[in-house]
């Protein structure tokens, strides 16, 4: 995976990166600068990788990838952005969708 993320210098002015070369982002983001997303909205497509992120990803000619673009926000302020390119022949993704419990009933 090639994982490439934006966060502004005003809000995370200092990244410690010996941390971050074992320990993951959003720890040191909740833990050094009190970060906590109120929503992200993701998105997932195919790709085909360019030639550096073949190389990059050792791949096989022609193997597709999966672009995965991760939009987050402190209210209404885009606070992180994060742009990955994921092998498409080495991963599978899950995801469990929870839903808020109503005090009604449902029809």
Do not use: W
Request: glycine fraction near 4%; hydrophobic fraction near 30%.
């Amino acid at each position: 995976m090639i994982e490439t993320t934006h966060l502004p210098c005003e809000r995370f002015p200092r990244l410690d990166i010996e941390y971050l070369s074992h320990g993951s982002l959003y720890r040191f983001l909740r833990r050094k600068y009190n970060f906590h997303a109120d929503r992200t909205h993701e998105t997932l497509r195919a790709i085909m990788p360019t030639q550096e992120e073949k190389a990059l990803l050792q791949l096989p000619s022609n193997t597709p990838c999966v672009l995965l673009e991760r939009f987050s926000y402190e209210g209404d302020i885009l606070i992180e952005y994060t742009k990955s390119i994921i092998r498409g022949d080495k991963y599978i993704f899950h995801v469990d969708l929870s839903h808020p419990t109503s005090g009604g009933n449902e029809t």
